[in-house]
């Protein structure tokens, strides 16, 4: 789609649709909405008057032109109250809008930037925003479907600022807003991929392909290599399926020679079955979901990759598939994880923090000294949190706030939980070092404290987003269903802040 930013006046632009907006409890337009309104011989303040139009936030009021301006229909978008304004509701309102006229069958959207007036935020990551929102709601998966008539699609996004200046500086900012939100969406498209397209070779393939992209290296490694580190914990997994298990590791390098690391390390199961210990059989088609945690970490590799923080950022993706059979591994089985630590399998449906056990470690190896794990990892944090926040397990406070300012600023929200070191004992096994559950009681926070055992003394936080990878809390910017590209945003956010600490 072809975004643009124009220094011209809302009311001279031709347009399928034009997205103005309204403050809940205003009774009389102003700014850019006030002077569509006057073109349109007050329009606009006879339908809030009527009651029509409230200005709620995710309110999209669609008012017909006849002719008084090149738009052919205008869209209302209700900001909600003045004061709860920011930039996640710029988000919410973009994208609420733009589907709205997508539906109509409108190809040209042109829209005001939302919040940089009245709404005294900055025009700048307003202008952003409005980008990110649109194309994050616009999003669809229709990879295996054929196209018909019917489909519609918005194939031109202008926004529109009177002042050249600012204009130009919203250009660069929309730019960036698109990055962050095509990073998404490419994290989206792996996530919906069928399993038997998206196998452990596939995503390192794509992982790889990314790294090539922008210029960045890429080490894929094999299970013939990974035996050679002594990584018996992935390879435990692996070994009930036909299918090689791969580890992808992309390197950023935009501090060269500088002392801090960031690992984003993502959890890429293309497919659960949970091995031995069978999941039920309904519902088993979403374990495609299982490698959003990798899903995100190439989308985020993306963005860093565009964007050029300076601050060197290792993205590892260790990929497999869990599926029984006679070569399985097995509950009462003991393997041996790349640090020398034992860990006897307990469950071999908790497979996800064996895989990150091992990619943990060689961050290590490399260089890492902070590391973020993410992983669809248990149905515990799915109870504890829903489907509307991410949990937060780590031994680090300031990365943890770091995490958290991160998921904030993108709109994608996050929960720390406690890791006392009572839980600990959750997770001690009679026959090795450690065991892969600590049964249900805190179940998501002994998972994150089985992870630490292989962070060790490095800076380490463990995101656990079963409840948001997929089945996310309605959102506009959310898909109807499929992947959320969850949190990829965050990720890169994150290492854009630490590299501003350098």
């Known amino acids: 789609m072809e975004i643009r930013v124009v220094p011209k006046s809302i009311t001279e632009l031709e347009a399928d649709a034009l997205i103005v907006n309204l403050f809940d409890g205003v009774s009389s337009p102003s700014g850019a909405t006030g002077d569509v309104d006057r073109a349109l011989g007050g329009a606009i303040t006879d339908l809030i008057q009527s009651g029509e139009i409230k200005g709620k936030l995710g309110e999209v009021t669609v008012v017909h032109t006849l002719g008084r301006i090149p738009a052919r229909r205008v869209l209302v978008a209700g900001l909600g109250k003045a004061e709860a304004f920011d930039l996640e509701k710029v988000r919410v309102v973009s994208a609420a809008a733009v589907r709205k006229a997508r539906d109509l069958g409108a190809a040209h959207v042109t829209s005001i930037v939302h919040g940089a007036g009245i709404g005294k935020l900055d025009h700048k990551q307003a202008a952003a925003a409005v980008v990110e929102g649109t194309l994050l709601g616009l999003y669809t998966f229709k990879e295996y479907q054929k196209r018909g008539e019917e489909d519609k699609e918005v194939r031109e996004f202008t926004l529109v600022e009177i002042d050249a200046g600012k204009a130009r500086a919203m250009a660069d900012a929309a730019r960036v807003g698109r990055i962050f939100a095509e990073g998404t969406n490419l994290a989206r498209d792996l996530g919906n991929e069928p399993p038997n397209q998206l196998t452990p070779s596939a995503l390192a393939d794509r992982a790889a392909k990314v790294a090539e992209e922008l210029g960045l290296e890429c080490e894929v490694l094999d299970a013939e290599a990974m035996g050679r580190l002594g990584m018996g914990a992935l390879l435990g997994v692996a070994q009930g399926s036909a299918e090689p298990p791969k580890m992808a590791v992309i390197k950023y390098q935009g501090h060269p020679g500088g002392k801090e690391t960031l690992a ?102 490399l260089g890492a000294t902070r590391i973020v794990d993410i992983a669809t990892l248990t149905g515990a944090c799915v109870v504890a949190l829903g489907h509307v926040a991410s949990g937060v397990v780590a031994n680090n406070d300031d990365l943890a706030e770091q995490v958290l300012a991160a998921g904030k600023a993108s709109g994608e929200k996050f929960w720390r ?57 309605e959102v506009a910017w959310q898909p109807n269903k499929g992947a959320s590209g969850i949190p990829a945003r965050t990720l890169a956010r994150l290492a854009l802040s630490l590299a501003e600490r350098v």
């Open 264 to 365: 984003l390390v993502g959890k890429g199961i293309t497919f659960d079955t949970g091995g031995i210990s069978l999941k039920p059989g309904q519902g088993m088609e979403e374990m495609k979901f299982d490698m959003c945690g990798a899903a995100s970490v190439v989308g985020a590799m993306r963005i860093i990759g565009q964007l050029k923080p300076k601050i060197n950022v290792l993205g590892v993706i260790p990929t497999a598939e869990n599926m029984p059979g006679g070569k399985a591994q097995r509950p009462g089985d003991i393997v041996r994880a790349m640090n020398g630590k034992t860990i006897e399998i307990d469950n071999t449906d908790a497979e996800g923090r064996l895989i990150l056990a091992d990619a943990i470690c060689y961050a290590r190896k």
């Open 417 to 473: 939980l406690p890791a006392y070191d009572e839980y600990k004992k959750q997770i001690k096994s009679d026959y090795a070092d450690l065991k892969n559950t600590g049964g249900r009681p805190a179940g998501a926070i002994t998972a994150g404290l089985f992870l630490a055992e292989f962070a060790e003394e490095t800076p380490w936080a463990h995101l656990d987003i079963a409840g948001t990878a997929n089945e996310l809390a």
